[in-house]
């Protein structure tokens, strides 16, 4: 398993425009640390790993094992998002990132269309609309 923090912090720092002088004020460790831990001299503690995530919205498995850069929280030119990894429980249920809840206005209760595709896999469409045509027929 590949280590990403190196280059994790890296991209994050710059993202967010932060120098070393200031993540490192901000974490609450020197520059040279911060800038060992970049260079892939050092890895930071857990403490400051659970800090890091944090600070940067990243769950602390993705910071840690995932290319980040991969995983971008910006929508494209067709508002399209990825929200990133997650991982089946074992009940078999899919809990869906905070953001993605946010972002696409998914409240609890709401009804999801699920589509598969053997070739291309799941997708969960937001219902809108319908979730209150269903209530209505439910009731009937």
């Not at 590949?2 to 460790?29: D, Q």
């Not at 699920?114 to 219902?127: S, T, Y």
């Amino acid at each position: 398993m590949a280590i990403m923090i190196s280059s994790n912090l890296r991209m994050l720092r710059n993202k967010n425009n932060y120098t070393l002088e200031r993540l490192a004020e901000i974490i609450g460790v020197s520059r040279q640390t911060v800038a060992k831990w970049e260079a892939n001299e050092t890895y930071p503690d857990i403490e400051n790993c659970i800090k890091l995530s944090a600070l940067f919205h990243v769950s602390l498995d993705a910071f840690v094992k995932e290319p980040i850069q991969l995983m971008p929280d910006e929508p494209n030119d067709k508002g399209q998002y990825l929200f990133g990894i997650v991982k089946v429980n074992e009940s078999g249920a899919v809990p869906l990132p905070d953001k993605a809840l946010k972002l696409m206005e998914i409240l609890p209760g709401d009804r999801m269309l699920l589509l598969g595709d053997k070739a291309q896999g799941l997708a969960i469409v937001k219902c809108d609309g319908i979730n209150d045509y269903l209530e209505m027929e439910e009731k009937s």
